[in-house]
């Protein structure tokens, strides 16, 4: 309608430009109004006697052809119109006047008309003054029923818009979008559509046009519906002249099912009546999954949020992934499995629209049973297998489970780690066929790694879980007590041998308040300690603890700050051992150490008083004593020297007897003081040059026994590091000795010297004397005892005793080896 | 040549008999004064002092295990008796004792001898001290006047 209220017919070509990527980029529209021709074309029918009239009003030229095929009369409204003189066809004959093949089209068509009496339309084009003219001529019958009249309009312009549309329609040809020109039936017939509708629906425009296929049938039918509502409530609205369907979905003629846009203009006649629809209709199957793609990827990962941050099991949060896979993937049945290593079974952790009689059921990967599940087959073939329709595929139809579970479409994923172990396995399905696709790869791959993902960490944990377990064992069976207790001093773990200790079961004691079974007098101390532990100091201690019969046990507690995960002190952890029994063993010990110490200074003290008996028997030894030897001594000589003549020989020999008794008897009174002195005499080791000291010895016993002959051999500058006074003992002794023993033998020889052997120093006195028995090498060394009778060798038995004591006083060793007859040869050393 | 004063502390009779038979077989000339012990020994000594410094023995013997008086109280007396310190004293003991030797010659005494048991050695040692202490030794007996010595 015009703004006046005037209503026009116009013609609209609207065609829809999309670039390479099916973008679209802008509408050619061409529109005529149609109003005027119409009307002149409906007038020149109903009556000739208006068409003079008529003909001064319309635009186009009007030719008269005689029953003679000759032009007759022309209207024109612009001689120029005609681009040539009237003179030029006026009376002449359709042939002469136009080229052929034109002439003869025009000629058949007149006779055509003359015969038949009904109008044709013909459209033809001239070469016009160098330019193409396109011309649409209506050729009716004259009223007087001979006469053949045509209406021509130059349609050039028309013609030309035309070929740029289908200039345009080839582009749209070549691209993805197909143009429709539908009929406002009932059932979309098609009038026009561009060649490349086969690419996208299957059928060929030829399909189309000729009616074979029409265009409502190859809407889903799901869509349809919508469609259908969408196009009338568009239409109603008469001023309306497109709209664009939200995307629908068609079935191809291979039975795919495509998701397409569709713009469409509505076309109306002069009355308003909606004779066709126009529009374009674009592939958008890829778009669209891509979309479903992103919706579904976004299900997933909003579902495995879900799961994490809700579910603290394990079990829960398989459940919720799971089920966010199966929704997000629009199917209805599916399982996670986690691969048990050591039974070699999937075991399902997860299942989502799985009957109870097979749910929980392990897919064992060997035996026979192993062959009626699909997941065991997919984990021992490692592929991921697709199955859009399983009726597709015969072989598998030996799985009895997939029977059981009238599963049409599926999809098994074997899930394996970076070590390509198999860690568990992903399957998913539905009763209807193609509910899975190959076109889904991208997804599968992407849960595929997400699940694997998953079921490490849930492998992980389990072997933490178990890690913990066996910590938790060992904690239990550890033969040392442990305590988990927290801030509040609540017991939060408890072991065995802390339950032996105290006599609680474990039941009692966690939860309960630690500080009940702690000895009143070391409350104290456990607070002291619990502030120690909140600084995150660790330390040792001893506790009394009282036990459920109410005896003391006195503990050692080695405790350090528990922490958790984020390092904040949550408790102690403390190892807790029974000293009682050692603790009283110990003052057991003390005690008994106490007593031993008195009972050894007692002893110290008697054996203090021991020596200083000693001491005391030693003066009295060398003084009472000697006194009335001296007296015997001194009277016997007195009664040789005053009553010698009234004594015979036997007399005075008995008195000259007990003068050497006497004698005999102050040396060993000598010796026996020199003993016992030695032991109580204090050390002063000097370096001591023994070599001299030795020669000094052997000048005194030369000066002693003048005319004995010894030969003495004593090796140069022997230095040794000893008390001088005692080893001059040692010396004069072990030398007296030599000299003594060689007194009967001939070429009587005396060697001192010294060996050297690894650092030891050793020190020898050898004679070639009367030797003694091997068997009487202990005897040697101990007071009192003489190897030979004291007529044979003067001496008391006590010398070589006290030498034994002087060496043993500097550390050292003596020894001795002889033979009877072949001498003898003392070794010492000295430290 | 003056004769020698010896005094002898000694309670033994047996050991006062064995004395003199040994001086009589040292033959010096010695007067020996017997003093039974400490006691006796310093009422001697005092008496002896006051009737002039020449009176004093040259020597005083004495033996170490004395009644009455312990021979260490008696060598502290006369250690402090400004007229009696100066006069030798020979120790002649059976005894080797470490301590009966450093402290006779802690309080002042001036030689230490073993008695021996043999009566020839005996004999052997008055001779050597008769010898020393009465012919060598130069006392204060012989009329030096000394000033008085802390």
């Given at each position: 309608m015009?703004?006046?209220g005037?209503?026009?017919?116009?013609?609209?070509?609207?065609i829809?430009?999309?670039?390479a990527?099916?973008?679209?980029?802008?509408?050619?529209?061409s529109?005529?109004?149609?109003t005027k021709?119409?009307?002149?074309?409906?007038e020149l029918?109903?009556?000739?006697?208006?068409?003079?009239?008529?003909?001064q009003?319309?635009q186009?030229m009007?030719?008269?052809?005689?029953?003679?095929n000759?032009?007759?009369?022309?209207?024109?409204?612009?001689e120029?119109?005609?681009?040539?003189?009237?003179?030029?066809?006026i009376?002449?004959?359709?042939?002469d006047?136009?080229?052929e093949?034109?002439?003869s089209?025009?000629?058949?068509?007149?006779?055509?008309?003359?015969?038949?009496?009904?109008?044709?339309t013909?459209?033809y084009?001239?070469?016009?003054?160098?330019?193409?003219?396109?011309?649409?001529?209506?050729?009716?019958?004259?009223?007087?029923?001979?006469?053949?009249?045509?209406?021509?309009?130059?349609?050039?312009?028309?013609?030309?818009?035309?070929?740029?549309?289908?200039?345009?329609y080839?582009?749209?040809?070549?691209?993805?979008?197909?143009?429709?020109l539908?009929?406002?039936?009932?059932?979309?017939s098609?009038?026009?559509?561009t060649?490349n509708v086969?690419?996208?629906?299957?059928y060929?425009?030829d399909e189309w046009?000729?009616?074979?296929?029409?265009?409502?049938?190859?809407?889903?039918?799901d869509?349809l519906?919508?469609?259908?509502?969408?196009?009338s409530?568009?239409?109603?609205?008469?001023?309306?002249?497109?709209?664009i369907h939200?995307?629908?979905?068609?079935?191809?003629?291979?039975n795919?099912?495509?998701?397409v846009?569709?713009?469409?203009v509505i076309?109306?006649?002069t009355?308003?009546?909606?004779?066709?629809?126009?529009?374009?209709?674009t592939?958008?199957?890829?778009?669209?999954?891509?979309?479903?793609?992103v919706?579904?990827?976004?299900?997933?990962?909003k579902?495995i949020?879900?799961?994490?941050?809700?579910?603290?099991d394990a079990?829960?949060m398989?459940?919720?992934?799971?089920?966010g896979?199966i929704?997000?993937?629009?199917?209805?049945?599916?399982?996670l499995?986690?691969?048990d290593?050591?039974k070699?079974v999937?075991?399902?952790?997860?299942?989502?629209?799985?009957?109870?009689?097979l749910?929980?059921k392990?897919a064992?990967?060997?035996g026979?049973?192993?062959?009626s599940?699909f997941?065991?087959?997919?984990?021992?073939?490692r592929k991921?297998?697709?199955?859009p329709?399983?009726?597709?595929?015969?072989?598998?139809?030996?799985?009895?489970?997939?029977?059981?579970?009238?599963?049409?479409?599926?999809?098994?994923?074997?899930?394996?780690?970076?070590?390509k172990?198999l860690v568990?396995?992903?399957?998913?399905g539905?009763?209807?066929?193609?509910?899975?696709?190959?076109?889904?790869?991208?997804?599968?791959?992407a849960?595929e790694?997400?699940?694997v993902?998953?079921?490490e960490?849930?492998q992980?944990?389990?072997?933490?879980r178990?890690?913990?377990?066996?910590?938790r064992?060992?904690?239990?069976?550890l033969?040392?007590?442990?305590?988990?207790?927290?801030?509040?001093k609540?017991?939060?773990?408890?072991?065995?041998?802390?339950?032996?200790?105290?006599?609680?079961?474990?039941?009692?004691?966690?939860?309960?308040?630690?500080?009940?079974?702690?000895?009143?007098d070391?409350?104290?101390?456990?607070s002291?300690e619990t502030?120690a532990?909140?600084m995150?100091m660790p330390?040792?201690?001893?506790l009394?603890?009282i036990?459920k019969k109410?005896?003391?046990?006195?503990t050692r507690v080695?405790?350090i700050?528990?922490?958790?995960?984020?390092?904040?002190?949550?408790?102690?952890?403390?190892?807790?051992s029974?000293?009682?029994?050692?603790?009283?063993a110990?003052?057991e010990?003390?005690?008994?150490?106490?007593?031993?110490?008195k009972?050894?200074?007692?002893?110290?003290?008697e054996l203090?008083?021991a020596?200083?008996?000693l001491?005391?028997?030693?003066?009295t030894v060398?003084?009472d004593?000697?006194?009335?030897?001296?007296?015997i001594?001194?009277?016997s000589?007195?009664?040789?020297?005053?009553?010698?003549e009234?004594l015979?020989d036997v007399?005075?020999?008995?008195?000259?007897r007990?003068?050497?008794?006497?004698?005999?008897?102050?040396?060993?009174?000598?010796?026996?003081?020199?003993?016992?002195?030695?032991?109580?005499?204090?050390?002063?080791?000097?370096?001591?040059?023994?070599s001299r000291?030795?020669?000094?010895?052997?000048s005194e016993?030369?000066?002693l026994?003048?005319?004995?002959t010894v030969?003495?051999?004593?090796?140069?500058?022997i230095i040794?590091r000893?008390d001088?006074?005692l080893?001059?003992?040692?010396?004069?002794?072990?030398?007296?000795?030599?000299w003594?023993?060689?007194?009967?033998?001939?070429?009587?020889?005396?060697?001192?010297g010294m060996?050297?052997?690894?650092?030891?120093?050793?020190?020898?006195i050898q004679?070639?004397?009367?030797?003694?028995?091997?068997?009487?090498?202990?005897?040697?060394f101990?007071?009192?005892h003489?190897?030979?009778?004291s007529?044979e060798?003067?001496?008391?038995?006590i010398?070589?005793?006290?030498?034994?004591?002087?060496?043993?006083k500097?550390?050292?060793?003596?020894w001795?080896e002889?033979?009877?007859?072949?001498g003898?040869t003392?070794?010492?050393?000295l430290? | 040549m003056?004769t020698g004063k010896?005094?002898?502390?000694?309670?033994?009779?047996?050991d006062?008999?064995?004395?003199?038979?040994?001086?009589?077989?040292?033959?010096?000339?010695?007067?020996?004064?017997?003093?039974?012990?400490?006691k006796?020994?310093?009422e001697?000594?005092?008496n002896?002092?006051?009737?002039g410094?020449?009176?004093l023995p040259?020597?005083?013997?004495?033996?170490?295990?004395m009644?009455?008086?312990?021979w260490?109280?008696?060598?502290?007396?006369?250690?402090?008796?400004?007229?009696?310190?100066?006069?030798?004293i020979v120790?002649?003991?059976?005894s080797i004792?470490?301590?009966?030797?450093?402290?006779?010659?802690?309080l002042?005494?001036n030689?230490?001898?073993?008695?021996p048991?043999?009566?020839?050695?005996f004999?052997d040692?008055?001779?050597?001290?008769?010898l020393?202490?009465?012919?060598l030794?130069?006392?204060t007996?012989?009329?030096?006047?000394?000033?008085r010595?802390?």
């Amino acid at each position: 309608m015009t703004r006046t209220g005037e209503k026009r017919v116009i013609t609209w070509n609207t065609i829809i430009l999309r670039d390479a990527k099916n973008k679209f980029i802008g509408v050619i529209s061409s529109g005529e109004d149609v109003t005027k021709r119409k009307r002149a074309e409906d007038e020149l029918v109903a009556s000739e006697l208006r068409v003079r009239t008529l003909l001064q009003s319309i635009q186009d030229m009007v030719f008269v052809i005689d029953e003679t095929n000759h032009f007759s009369d022309y209207y024109v409204q612009k001689e120029d119109d005609l681009y040539t003189p009237p003179s030029r066809f006026i009376g002449k004959g359709i042939p002469d006047a136009l080229p052929e093949p034109l002439a003869s089209e025009l000629v058949k068509i007149v006779e055509d008309v003359r015969r038949t009496g009904e109008s044709v339309t013909h459209d033809y084009d001239l070469v016009i003054a160098g330019g193409r003219k396109w011309f649409s001529a209506i050729l009716s019958l004259h009223a007087d029923g001979k006469s053949v009249v045509a209406v021509v309009r130059d349609i050039t312009d028309q013609k030309k818009a035309l070929e740029e549309l289908e200039e345009a329609y080839k582009i749209i040809t070549v691209s993805s979008v197909v143009a429709f020109l539908w009929k406002n039936d009932d059932k979309w017939s098609v009038e026009f559509v561009t060649e490349n509708v086969h690419d996208l629906f299957g059928y060929s425009a030829d399909e189309w046009i000729s009616g074979t296929i029409r265009y409502a049938s190859v809407i889903h039918p799901d869509d349809l519906p919508r469609v259908i509502s969408e196009v009338s409530g568009f239409s109603e609205d008469a001023l309306c002249e497109s709209f664009i369907h939200e995307p629908y979905r068609i079935i191809t003629k291979n039975n795919e099912i495509r998701w397409v846009s569709d713009s469409t203009v509505i076309r109306r006649d002069t009355r308003g009546n909606i004779t066709h629809y126009q529009g374009v209709v674009t592939d958008i199957t890829d778009e669209r999954h891509a979309l479903q793609k992103v919706q579904r990827e976004r299900t997933v990962f909003k579902s495995i949020a879900k799961a994490a941050i809700h579910s603290e099991d394990a079990t829960e949060m398989a459940n919720l992934i799971l089920n966010g896979f199966i929704g997000a993937m629009g199917l209805e049945i599916g399982t996670l499995r986690l691969y048990d290593r050591k039974k070699s079974v999937l075991r399902p952790t997860a299942s989502v629209g799985i009957m109870n009689d097979l749910k929980d059921k392990d897919a064992p990967l060997k035996g026979p049973d192993s062959e009626s599940y699909f997941v065991s087959y997919a984990a021992k073939v490692r592929k991921r297998i697709i199955v859009p329709n399983i009726d597709e595929h015969p072989e598998y139809h030996s799985f009895k489970n997939l029977a059981k579970m009238n599963l049409k479409s599926f999809i098994v994923i074997p899930l394996f780690n970076a070590k390509k172990e198999l860690v568990g396995t992903f399957a998913a399905g539905s009763t209807e066929p193609y509910k899975v696709s190959f076109d889904d790869y991208e997804f599968y791959e992407a849960i595929e790694e997400l699940l694997v993902t998953l079921l490490e960490r849930e492998q992980t944990k389990q072997a933490y879980r178990m890690s913990l377990r066996r910590y938790r064992e060992l904690l239990t069976n550890l033969s040392e007590g442990i305590t988990i207790v927290d801030l509040d001093k609540k017991y939060v773990f408890v072991n065995k041998a802390f339950c032996n200790i105290i006599g609680y079961s474990e039941e009692e004691l966690v939860g309960t308040d630690s500080r009940v079974n702690v000895h009143p007098d070391d409350l104290e101390l456990i607070s002291q300690e619990t502030e120690a532990r909140k600084m995150g100091m660790p330390s040792t201690y001893r506790l009394r603890l009282i036990t459920k019969k109410g005896d003391v046990r006195i503990t050692r507690v080695s405790a350090i700050p528990s922490r958790d995960d984020f390092g904040e002190i949550e408790g102690t952890v403390a190892l807790v051992s029974d000293i009682t029994d050692r603790v009283r063993a110990e003052e057991e010990v003390k005690t008994l150490n106490i007593e031993l110490a008195k009972r050894v200074e007692d002893r110290t003290a008697e054996l203090q008083a021991a020596v200083s008996e000693l001491e005391a028997f030693a003066y009295t030894v060398s003084h009472d004593l000697r006194a009335p030897l001296r007296v015997i001594d001194g009277f016997s000589q007195a009664i040789l020297e005053d009553y010698s003549e009234t004594l015979d020989d036997v007399g005075r020999d008995f008195l000259r007897r007990i003068r050497v008794g006497v004698t005999n008897m102050s040396r060993l009174i000598e010796d026996i003081l020199g003993f016992s002195r030695v032991t109580r005499i204090d050390m002063d080791r000097v370096d001591v040059n023994l070599s001299r000291l030795a020669g000094e010895v052997v000048s005194e016993l030369r000066e002693l026994d003048p005319q004995r002959t010894v030969n003495v051999d004593i090796q140069p500058d022997i230095i040794a590091r000893c008390d001088k006074r005692l080893i001059r003992i040692v010396l004069h002794n072990l030398f007296e000795n030599a000299w003594k023993f060689t007194s009967q033998t001939d070429d009587p020889q005396i060697r001192f010297g010294m060996k050297e052997q690894d650092e030891t120093r050793t020190f020898y006195i050898q004679d070639n004397g009367i030797g003694f028995d091997k068997r009487d090498t202990e005897r040697l060394f101990k007071p009192f005892h003489r190897l030979h009778r004291s007529d044979e060798f003067e001496g008391s038995g006590i010398g070589l005793a006290t030498v034994t004591r002087i060496i043993s006083k500097h550390g050292g060793e003596i020894w001795a080896e002889g033979k009877v007859g072949k001498g003898a040869t003392f070794f010492f050393t000295l430290s | 040549m003056s004769t020698g004063k010896i005094l002898l502390v000694e309670d033994d009779q047996n050991d006062i008999m064995l004395m003199e038979r040994a001086l009589e077989k040292v033959d010096l000339p010695l007067e020996l004064i017997i003093a039974r012990d400490g006691k006796e020994a310093l009422e001697y000594l005092r008496n002896e002092s006051n009737d002039g410094q020449e009176k004093l023995p040259s020597i005083i013997i004495l033996d170490l295990n004395m009644p009455r008086m312990s021979w260490l109280e008696f060598l502290k007396i006369l250690n402090q008796d400004s007229k009696l310190r100066r006069i030798p004293i020979v120790i002649l003991s059976s005894s080797i004792e470490t301590r009966d030797i450093c402290e006779s010659y802690d309080l002042g005494a001036n030689s230490y001898i073993q008695k021996p048991v043999e009566f020839e050695k005996f004999v052997d040692v008055l001779r050597m001290l008769g010898l020393y202490w009465i012919t060598l030794n130069i006392s204060t007996e012989r009329g030096i006047t000394c000033d008085r010595q802390s």
